[in-house]
């Protein structure tokens, strides 16, 4: 028989075929190529009158805008003057933003981090902590700060969100095609593009490098799904969060040493190195080797250098959250570095762990706390919080004393204010409100606005934001009770007038999204009152591997469907920055309901805020500072229980109330005649009046330059001053506390006072006295009482701090002296502690030598 089918498989090459801008046109592609265009809404409505419906089916993708123009429609165009001069505005505008120079009041800085979310279409993100990053780069254009970005272009990054009929979270990952991207490959000397070669174990991993400009500063991002690397090292890249501890050790790994290899690969050098989370912590092993390497330092020499210039900030609040590999794994890619460092193995991991010589696993935050001269965490509560959780690394000290301060996270206001709401603003308060959205005076004048005006004005945003529900949510099954006949329905009983109350963030278990379905009947007694209707949107997702994230969006989806809540209240899919930017603008009142303490600071309320959006928050994170009575609503913070389960209960019933007795009452409250709440509007006033000014990303950005970059990169210059003299004398001054402290020896330490005992009476006047020899420890000490109480769990509190002066001095022996009437009574614990003083150190925790001498009674 005569075989009547014969084929193979095909072999697709992906084949993208563009026009090619006229040069009349070609301010375009510089405009698209230059993220500026996220925050500036006249660019953005060029790409979207050139082409909406490319526009609107990319998510907003100016290059795929130009990419998909015919040939027919360029030639219209470029006789089109009306809209060229429309070009030629918004491009003299852009140009004149570009030229204005670096600030030289603020020091540059390298910033590295896992993602940054900087627009929906680069999907290099996955949450408030890339978004945080995002905003911080465009606010570093703002306000010309010398800055550059490092992270990755992931080729899948985060997923997307589609919910299943029951409830059930499924990932899809989409490749991203780089070509359609705005941003650009970064070429070598000879137009080639530029690969970095980066030394991994037994191997080479290569990485293209991208260039992502925003406003005035670049983001540089590393790229290894090319074809050099194994299919193994491809998928470094690949994704955001995802695979297993081997890849994220070959991220942090490319993210660290690959990061700095490209900075020198790009000539670029910075005053100051931040780590934004513990992921980035590798940069300084590897500007350590460069140190040693290329400029002949010796390890302690090069640890000096590298300190003084590195900043690490944390946004986790509990250690569980840290990243920790375990010897093995770590060992297995990192191995190679001690004899670089001139170091042993054993020396070199015990810089990642709180006891030094145990056999705790790594932890990328204690290596950034030892290789960092200065740390932080991200709002007040969270710097307390970090203090605690970081005070095993310094032992000696109590958690107050740490060095580990604190900046508020905020928010970028030209990416979140909205564009429909922003000319509003400009009319009304000043249309230079960018350059003085810190000044709370300038504010002052949205208490002039007619209530009326802010009234239909947020009524406007609320329809909206509605309308795009309707438009491009109404398909999607999670709204369908799983039957294709209801698709409409559920949507369409969405009631403009209602009060819509939103939640949307990462459902991961701390943030408790179910309080609010604690209560089903009372729930339902509070959104089915007709005279008074409310209803509520959620919307966020879960992590993969996150089961517990994943049954919250499941239980939500499930009570969203029950005939008594149908329509009341809606699960919307896939929240990323498009639908934030929305829903954040478009409620009535911005809900978030986590677990103190562990909200480290939370910024989505921030961005309600600037919208005229009121927020009903627990007193977490940066609502715990933000807060103003009268300015929106907080459960109180007073009454906390340990086990969990009562917490939530009481949380729920405060959220009920809230709800009934002052939220829901308040918006409905009318004047006679009037069609609207001017206690509503007194409250949106308030809230942007005082608090706003105090959350924007311009006041952070500021409080990083004061509190951390300045001092660090005066430091850093001390340092460097005189071919490094102070390098030398610091680490002499160390080499020769290090050898000797085990010298210090106590002669006699004395508590003269009334009676024999250490019981005192207020008003006893009480001497304490230390002699001691110092031996070969030739330095000043400092020496101090430290009282301290017990906790009911045993933990100590310090009290006070109270030093003793030095008295006399002969030779190498030392007399200190404290008197002091005994003016505090309960039960208190006292010991002496005895650290060494040296000018030239940042702080005590530099340098973490501790001797704690007990007291005796004479
Ligand atoms: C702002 C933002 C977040 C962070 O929200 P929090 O309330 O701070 O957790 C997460 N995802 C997206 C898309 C955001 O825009």
Known sequence: MIQSKRTNEPVWRDVYTYSSLPPSLSKLDEIAHNLWWVWNSDARELFLGLNEEVWETTNGNPVSVLRSLSQRKLRELESDEAFKAKISCVYDKFKTYMQEPYRTDAPSVAYFSMEYGLTNILKIYSGGLGVLAGDFMKEASDSNVDMVGVGFLYRYGYFDQVISNDGQQMAEYRAQVFNELPITQVKDAHGNPMKISVPYPGRVVYANVWQVAIGRVNLYLLDTDVSENSEWDRSITHQLYGGDWENRMKQEYLLGIGGILMLEELGIKKDVYHCNEGHAAFINVQRLVNLIEKEGLNFNEALEVVR??????????????????????????????????????????????????????????????????????????????????????????????????????????????????????????????????????????????????????????????????????????????????????????????????????????????????????????????????????????????????????KHIVEISRRPEFDGKILFLENYDIRLAQRLIAGVDVWMNTPTRPLEASGTSGEKALMNGVLNLSVLDGWWYEGYKEGAGWALTDKRTYTNQYYQDQLDAETIYDLLEEEVIPLYYERASGAEYSSGWIQTIKNSMNFILPHFTMRRMMNDYIRRFYIPLSERSARLGADDRALVKEIVKWKEMVASNWHTLEVIETSVVKKGDSFNFIIGDHVKVTLLLDKHQVDCDLDVEVVVVEEEEDKSLKLQSVIPLQLVSQEGSRVMYELERIIDVPGHQKISIRVTPRYHALPHKMDFAYVTWIPLSLV
Not at 354 to 378: D, R
Not at 420 to 438: A, G, R, T, Y
Not at 476 to 487: A, D, I, L, R
Request: include cysteine; hydrophobic fraction near 40%.
């Open 308 to 553: 003084a210039s590195s900043l690490y900030t944390v946004h986790t609040p509990v250690p569980a959250g840290h990243d920790y590999f375990d010897e093995e794994l770590f060992g297995k890619y990192m191995r190679d570095f001690p004899p670089k460092l001139g170091i042993t193995w054993q020396e070199f991991v015990d810089m990642g762990r709180e006891n030094p010589g145990s056999y705790e696993k790594f932890s990328m935050s204690v290596f950034a706390l030892n290789t960092c001269q200065a740390a932080n965490g991200v709002s007040y509560l969270h710097g307390a919080v970090s203090q605690k959780m970081f005070a095993p690394v310094w032992k000696g000290f109590f958690p107050e004393e740490l060095h580990v301060g604190y900046v508020t996270n905020g928010v970028h206001l030209p990416t979140w204010m909205a564009s429909i709401w922003k000319p509003f603003v400009h009319k009304h308060i000043s249309d230079d409100i960018i350059h003085l959205q810190e000044k709370q005076e300038v504010w002052d004048k949205i208490q002039d606005i007619p209530d009326v005006e802010i009234w239909n004005m947020r009524k406007l945003m609320k329809r909206r934001f509605i309308d795009y529900v309707k438009s491009t949510y109404s398909l999607h099954p999670v709204n369908s009770k799983g039957e294709p006949s209801n698709t409409l329905s559920v949507i369409d009983k969405i009631n403009p007038d209602a009060l819509l109350i939103g939640f949307g963030r990462r459902f991961a278990t701390y943030k408790r999204a179910h309080l609010l379905f604690t209560d089903l009947e009372r729930l339902s007694k509070i959104v089915n009152n007709e005279a008074l209707p409310v209803q509520f949107i959620f919307t966020g997702k879960a992590h993969p591997a996150d089961g517990g994230g994943q049954g919250l969006i």
